[in-house]
Structures are given as structure tokens and as C-alpha cells.
């Protein structure tokens, strides 16, 4: 892997954001937030390509439509639970290159032509080389008419959402606070710049920068503490998920919010054994855990804490709906009913055969219980009456055999 410190003209922004601080420096959240979401300079935000396969890493949709057309199979669901309502809304956060929801639609359109007629597409995207990417993805349906647009969350008027909010792997984007178990109790990490040398940018502990940091382990039900934690216990708190789900559950009247991410309830995300944390970069798909290099070039992520995403929604006024591996997610929708056709394909073009092995391989990916097979899937929901409104065919647990 080449490594440097990062993109110079970033680095000097984040060096002069430093060096104007009262304190010279910076909670780690901040400097995580400059380096993926700058306006101008940012890993996000400058690099229009930095997911797929030349990318830095992939996703689940990196894997072709299966992902989303399997998805498109619970809001056609979640449509009908909901009374057919026109328009239903669809609410993308973070959809990167547009790949999903040009599936969805492509999907929607061919198979549920009714439910696509009804379908209003809005985009979230903070980054605005992504939405360029997105909006010349979806150039076709908007010249077809088809209703789709790009909007900030904060823009977006309360209760307008009829539908369902959704995200694949914005959590995990999110700037964290990294916070340090000591003898005298919780410090938090702060980044700040030494002149000078050839790695600057150094880490250092200070006071919490939050209250909310100072109560976030007793909400979430897990307290770490030095009778059974290592001294130097590392870890990272996600207020800004926390905010990003009061704001989303703002802007739903009715419908669902369905989140697919990596991670751990609180009680596995913050046991002891994960002593230095869940912070990782990704950089041309090598992954390690040092963001103070290839600033810019680099993803950095962090686990969600699943416990946190519940609590945040039921205090939102969210009701939890429930909780699978994407793996049982998808089953419960068609994956293994796709796999068995495909296993019926006769066929003596090479072609064919050749598109049968990949997709199949596809198909094992989105289902790998070491890969994104693993993933949760959290169902939250509002102004559901209804038992049939709360039952949802990709929380449906297929019989044990
Ligand atoms: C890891 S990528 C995932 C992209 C896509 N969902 C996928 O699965 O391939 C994270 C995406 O979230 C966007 N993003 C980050 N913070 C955001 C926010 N607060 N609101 C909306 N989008 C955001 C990033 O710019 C990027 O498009």
C-alpha cells in the first residue's frame, strides 16, 4: 500500500483548522469529518469514484442488481402495508454512484409497474461530486418524467414522507468521537499538528468535548470501567448517527426506516476484548486502522452500535420493527429461490453459463455470514396501526430445517 500523509491542499486546511482552535486542536470527529466531507478537498467529496471495484472498497451493490431488486421486493410490500399511498416515497441517504436506485426503478418498472408509477425517488447525498455521478446515473428516468430528486434532510419538510428512509453503509460514514478509558475516567482523542515532522498530525487526549459523550455508555446499557477493561480501553461514540436518526424520523408521517450497516449491539460492540476500537480505513481495498496518512485518499469507518440506532428511534418516537443478519434478510425475500433457478439453467452458450457463475457467485457474496452476509438489517417504523403494517416479509425468519 503507498503511503503518505494525504492530500496537501486538506492537509493544510485541517493544520490551519487546528492551528485557529483555542486549543490547537481538534476533537477527532472534527478532523474525521474534514477528511471524508470537505466541501472541496474531502475523501467523499473529491473523488468521484471511490467506490466499486476501482475504487477504494465495494459494496453490496457493488455485486450487481440482486441487492436491489431484492430490496425492491420489501417496498413493494411495505406499499401495499401502507395502503398503496401515491406518491410513495423512497428516500436514499448516502447512495454513492446512484447504482441502487437505478435498480430499484429499473426493477419497480418492469415487474410492479403500479407501485412504480407511484414512487417519488429522493436522493440525500452530502457530497457533491457523488450527486453529479448520481444525477448523470439517473439522467433517464428524469427525462423520462419519473419523479426524483436530490434534497438535504434538513431541507425536507416534517411529516412529508409517506414511504420508506433507507441507507446502505452511510452509518458506518459517519464522523465518530474516539474516546480512551483512563485512571481518571473517560479522556477523548483530539487531533494536533507538530511542525515539522513528517507525520504532523499527532493524536493527544483532552477533556470530552460533549455531555452527551459523558452518558452515552450507561444509555446504551454498557459501562466500561477499569475493574474489568484495559487501561487505554479505545473506542468510538456515533452522536452524529444519533442526530442523523432524530432528523429522519422527523421527516417520516408513515412508513418505515430501514438501515443496513456493519456492526455489533452495544453489549459486543463495547466488550473489552476490542480494545483499541472499530476504526478502519480503506485504501484500494486494503483496509488498516492509522487515519492519520493518506488524508483524503483513504476511507475511514467505524462499526455501528445497533443498541444506539433502537434507542435513538424509540426516543424518536420510532417503533423497532426488528433486527436480522442481511443474510436472513435477504432469503426471507427470494435470494434462495434465485439461486435455485439459476442452478436450472440449461444452456450451451458459454455466455449464458458464464452469466449464471457470476451472478451465482453475486448471490453467495450478499448471503457470506463472513462478508456482508453478516450485516444488520434494522426495520424502524412510524404511525403503524396496523399488525399486518408491522410484519415484514424481510423480518420473517424462514423455519429451521
Ligand atoms: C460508504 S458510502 C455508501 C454508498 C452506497 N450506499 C453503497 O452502498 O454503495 C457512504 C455514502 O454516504 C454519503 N454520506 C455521508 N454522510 C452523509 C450524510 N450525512 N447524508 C447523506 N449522505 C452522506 C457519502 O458521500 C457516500 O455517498
Known amino acids: 500500500m503507498a503511503v503518505s500523509l494525504g492530500k496537501p491542499e486538506l492537509c493544510a486546511v485541517i493544520r490551519d483548522r487546528i492551528q485557529r482552535s483555542p486549543q490547537q486542536q481538534i476533537p477527532f470527529a472534527d478532523f474525521m469529518a474534514l477528511a471524508l466531507y470537505h466541501p472541496e478537498h474531502g475523501y467523499y467529496t473529491s473523488k468521484t469514484e471511490p467506490l466499486g471495484m476501482g475504487g477504494d472498497f465495494a459494496t453490496s451493490v457493488h455485486l450487481g442488481p440482486d441487492f436491489g431488486e431484492l430490496l425492491a421486493e420489501q417496498w413493494v410490500e411495505m406499499w401495499h402495508h401502507l395502503g ?15 447504482l441502487l436506485a437505478n435498480t430499484i426503478l429499473t426493477y ?40 426524483i430528486d436530490w434534497r438535504k434532510l434538513t431541507d425536507m419538510p416534517a411529516a412529508s414522507v409517506t414511504g420508506c428512509c433507507f441507507s446502505n453503509e452511510l452509518v458506518d460514514a459517519l464522523p465518530v468521537h474516539r474516546v480512551t478509558l483512563t485512571p481518571t475516567g473517560w479522556q477523548e482523542q483530539y487531533i494536533t499538528y507538530r511542525e515539522g515532522t513528517d507525520q504532523p498530525f499527532v493524536t493527544v487526549l483532552g477533556p470530552l468535548s460533549q455531555p452527551a459523550l459523558s452518558t452515552y455508555f450507561a444509555w446504551v446499557g454498557t459501562v466500561p470501567t477499569l475493574d474489568t477493561y484495559p487501561d487505554g480501553y479505545t473506542t468510538e461514540v456515533n452522536l452524529a448517527a444519533l442526530e442523523w436518526l432524530k432528523q429522519v424520523a422527523t421527516k417520516l408521517h408513515q412508513g418505515y426506516v430501514l438501515t443496513i450497516d456493519y456492526g455489533y449491539s452495544a453489549e459486543r460492540y463495547y466488550s473489552p476484548a ?42 424518536a418516537g420510532l417503533s423497532n420493527l426488528g433486527q436480522v ?13 434465485r439461486l435455485n433457478q439459476l442452478m436450472q439453467i440449461e444452456s450451451s452458450s458459454p455466455q449464458a453459463v458464464r452469466y449464471a457463475l457470476q451472478r451465482r457467485e453475486a448471490l453467495h457474496q450478499l448471503m457470506n455470514p463472513l462478508g456482508v452476509g453478516k450485516f444488520n438489517v434494522l426495520i424502524q417504523g412510524k404511525g403503524l396501526t396496523t399488525p399486518e403494517q408491522q410484519t415484514l416479509k424481510g423480518l420473517t425468519l424462514p423455519p429451521l430445517r
Not at 398503496?84 to 446512484?98: A, K, N, R, S
Not at 403500479?114 to 457523488?130: P, R
Not at 483499541?276 to 485518499?297: E, F, M, R, S, W
Open 84 to 98: 398503496q399511498p401515491e406518491p410513495f416515497h423512497l428516500v436514499e441517504m448516502g447512495p454513492g454512484q446512484g
Open 108 to 147: 419497480l418498472q418492469r415487474q410492479y409497474p403500479n407501485c412504480f408509477a407511484a414512487v417519488h425517488y429522493t436522493l440525500v447525498e452530502t457530497s457533491e461530486a457523488l450527486r453529479q455521478v448520481q444525477q448523470a446515473r439517473l439522467a433517464r428516468w428524469q427525462a423520462a418524467a419519473v419523479p
Open 274 to 315: 476490542r480494545s483499541q476500537g472499530t476504526l478502519q480505513c480503506y485504501y484500494q481495498h486494503a483496509h488498516h486502522n492509522d487515519p492519520l496518512i493518506n488524508i483524503g485518499q483513504q476511507d475511514i469507518t467505524a462499526q455501528v452500535d445497533f443498541t444506539a440506532l433502537a434507542r435513538q428511534g424509540d426516543r
Open 325 to 337: 443478519p442481511q443474510e436472513l434478510f435477504l432469503m426471507a425475500l427470494g435470494l434462495g429461490d
